[in-house]
């Protein structure tokens, strides 16, 4: 079952970005060694059309990001679904920015970050685990 973003666009009352579950176990692992994070998906060839997950704040965001949601990664208390937390409601949120100009290309896809065996960039912190996060986009209606 996918982990679902909160709605953050003014206007909007739909999740624009989920996690599997691959991902959203990576994910708290990653924060375990790195703390808070976050994801910057920018457009461009390589590595560029990858996700990538960086330390929250060590990818400065500006007026040419778009905040598409917050995945609370938080484990409940039986180690399944997350809390529901803002970072003072021992939440673990994850930011997921886009830059403005490659939201006008995907501005009408729903954004899966998965998890893959293999090396991505050496920037995103996912890949001395040997994996690589990726997205996986489907029409909205």
Known sequence: MTLE?????PGEDFSRVALTPEA?????KLWDLHGPLMFHQSG????GSSPMCY?????LTAEAD?????LDISAGDDGGEPTGGAPGN???PIGFWMSREQFEYWKHTHLTVDVVPGRGSGFSVE????KRFLIRSRLMP
Do not use: Y
């Open 24 to 28: 959203t176990e990576l994910l708290r």
């Open 127 to 130: 890949a001395p685990e040997g």
């Open 55 to 59: 330390p929250e704040g060590e990818f």
């Open 90 to 92: 021992g939440g673990k």
């Open 66 to 70: 778009i905040l598409l949601g917050v």
């Open 44 to 47: 461009g060839c390589c590595d």
């Open 5 to 9: 973003a909160s709605v953050v666009i």
